[in-house]
Structure formats: structure tokens, C-alpha cells
């Protein structure tokens, strides 16, 4: 059985940044691909971004130059840097391996 603990989620300032983490409970290279999605209240969960196992990394238009994710392998970690953050980025953000296994969520909320 798959793990995928979020953290780091809370609010904040539009124009401010957070920082999610998504620790996993085995190595994250057993995942094809990891990734992030969000979803905000009345609305479908969407995909925010992915990254491969070889690294390859793709971002929702909404957030492109201001999202980042990345990796810790000796971790077994995912992180989505968010910086700029605008009050429609406010949504539960979920971690997904594979889009087989999903953490419990975090949320965040972006203040205007």
C-alpha cells in the first residue's frame, strides 16, 4: 500500500509564496510520474503539474513561471514551489503517483 502525506499548505498573501511537500512511503522512482492537482470549491480537480521519472516536468497554463516542481530522491519527496501565488490559486492541492495513488490534500488559501 501506496502513502502520499501532503504538507506546507496554510495562507497567505497574494504576491506571497509557499512551499507543499509529498512524501511518500517508497521510492519515488517505482512512479512513472508524480504530480501535483488542485481543487477549489465547485470546480473539477485540475491537473497543476507532473514530473517524470526522468525528470521531464509540465505545468497548467495558469501557472507556468511561477509554480515549480521538483524532487528529492534520498527523500522519497515531491515539492511544488509556489511563488506570485494569486487568490485563484486558493483549492486543496493533492499529490498523485501514477494517478493511482492520492494524498489526503492540503489546503491553500491565498488572501487578497
Known amino acids: 500500500q501506496v502513502q502520499l502525506v501532503e504538507s506546507g499548505g496554510g495562507l497567505v498573501q497574494a504576491g506571497g509564496s509557499l512551499r507543499l511537500s509529498c512524501a511518500a512511503s517508497?521510492?519515488?522512482?517505482?512512479?512513472?510520474?508524480m504530480g501535483w492537482y488542485r481543487q477549489a470549491p465547485e470546480k473539477q480537480r485540475e491537473l497543476v503539474a507532473t514530473i517524470t521519472i526522468g525528470g521531464s516536468t509540465n505545468y497548467a497554463d495558469s501557472v507556468k513561471g511561477r509554480f515549480t516542481i521538483s524532487r528529492d530522491i534520498a527523500k522519497k519527496t515531491v515539492y511544488l514551489q509556489m511563488n506570485s501565488l494569486k487568490p485563484e490559486d486558493t483549492a486543496v492541492y493533492y499529490c498523485?503517483?501514477?494517478?493511482?495513488?492520492w494524498g489526503q490534500g492540503t489546503q491553500v488559501t491565498v488572501s487578497s
Open positions: 517508497r521510492s519515488i522512482f517505482s512512479f512513472n510520474a
Open positions: 498523485d503517483a501514477d494517478r493511482a495513488y
